[in-house]
């Protein structure tokens, strides 16, 4: 299988290695953690470190059961390590071992020690680990493979449309790029991998739940990707269905569904009065490809499967991401980081002078200076200056083309 590059997320790995801090790796299922491990420890070896520096435990395989005990699991680590050397210590996946910050404790406060830890998301929330680690680590929140880290593993006799039809018709799991002339695998290992999360990382948290009432929330989530939904609309809408639910109810599954990385939250933030709002946010999916999965994908709804894209690129590229809110009007995301701003419109097409003027006005009447961007898929004119808002195609913007 071939390994795709993911250089933002091992840079992480490097600017912060030798530091005494815990690295810790967290994410979906399958998203691609062991890898990033895996080439993390390829780049030591290239530079200098020994292979007797490294020790590896992953907790999924059988042969490391016996050191889910975790007095076990110190010992085994203190036996390998060097004592004249650093020690770069991986544990994945490390959930299996009850009590483990103990040990990761423990292993921290020795000078040779530089470790890093992987774990199911569900049981590695910034809460939690707050609680657990103390402020000793830092942490990498990972997702699924971009636009552009897809298109390395896709044939170069594609297009680029050919190569974005692909990625929301087959997936953004590293894995699923082996089935990609075979729909029915991809369906097949797409379906192993959301009721394995929604299982594993959603219902057994959760420590109860209706697991159709829970489906059909999910399918609910689908449908309604990139609109405005508050738990008591959901709660009517599903009971409206026959599935009778309350608020509550409602609020404790979208948690459970938030923590496992199903689906993420994006808040309502009021651009003119600079503040969060608390009713009504916008949802999206993990990966794209899920939409078809539980929904059967009975429309095209090119428009909102592009804004789930969108939504999930500016996560990777970091900062806060909201939903912004005009006393006349929306803007699809507002992107906050280090003390900056910028505003998203995300569009299927802009060639029609309604759908053009209808989606400019919002960010026109935005009361700042900060950079504004209309992303669409067309191709001519794939980019335009309309008095300071910025048109780009999205599909090079989202290979990183003159970002």
Not at 324 to 343: A, C, H, M, N
């Amino acid at each position: 299988m071939k390994l795709i590059p993911r250089p933002e997320y091992l840079d992480f790995l490097k600017r912060y290695q030798n530091h005494h801090l815990i690295k810790v790796i967290s994410g979906v299922r399958r998203c691609g953690k062991s890898t990033i491990f895996y080439l993390y420890r390829q780049y030591l070896l290239h530079h200098g470190v020994a292979p007797e520096q490294i020790i590896t435990i992953n907790f999924e395989d059988l042969a490391y059961e016996p050191l889910c005990e975790y007095h076990a699991l110190y010992q085994y680590i203190i036996e390998r390590m060097q004592t004249d050397r650093m020690n770069y210590i991986f544990l994945d996946e490390i959930q299996h071992v009850k009590n483990f910050e103990k040990v990761v404790d423990s292993l921290f406060i020795k000078e040779n020690t530089d470790v890093y830890i992987t774990g199911s998301n569900a049981y590695f929330m910034s809460g939690e680990l707050a609680t657990l680690l103390t402020g000793r680590y830092v942490e990498l929140s990972m997702l699924p493979l971009s636009f552009r880290e897809f298109c390395q593993g896709m044939p170069d006799s594609l297009s680029v449309p050919e190569q974005y039809n692909a990625y929301v018709r087959v997936s953004s799991f590293p894995y699923a790029l082996q089935f990609q002339h075979d729909s029915q695998a991809v369906e097949e290992y797409l379906s192993g991998i959301y009721n394995t999360i929604l299982v594993k990382d959603t219902l057994q948290r959760m420590r109860s739940g209706d697991t159709m009432m829970i489906e059909s929330l999910m399918k609910f989530l689908a449908a309604n990707i990139g609109s405005l939904i508050s738990p008591n609309k959901i709660a009517n809408s599903l009971t409206s269905a026959g599935r009778k639910i309350d608020n509550k109810t409602v609020e404790k599954y979208l948690q459970g569904l938030k923590d496992s990385m199903l689906i993420y939250q994006a808040d309502r933030f009021d651009i003119r009065g600079k503040q969060l709002l608390k009713i009504n946010a916008k949802y999206y999916l993990v990966d794209p490809a899920f939409r078809r999965l539980l929904i059967n994908d009975t429309g095209r709804d090119t428009g909102h499967i592009l804004e789930n894209v969108v939504y999930l690129e500016l996560l990777r590229r970091g900062g806060k991401v909201y939903v912004g809110q005009l006393p006349k009007g929306e803007i699809d995301f507002v992107v906050e980081r280090s003390g900056t701003r910028e505003y998203y419109q995300v569009a299927e097409s802009t060639l029609l002078p309604e759908v053009l003027e209808r989606e400019l006005k919002p960010l026109r009447a935005i009361p700042d200076q900060y950079p504004k961007y209309l992303l669409t898929l067309d191709e001519i004119p794939s980019e335009a200056d309309y008095n300071g808002i910025k048109k780009k195609n999205v599909l090079r913007w989202l290979l990183g083309d003159g970002f």
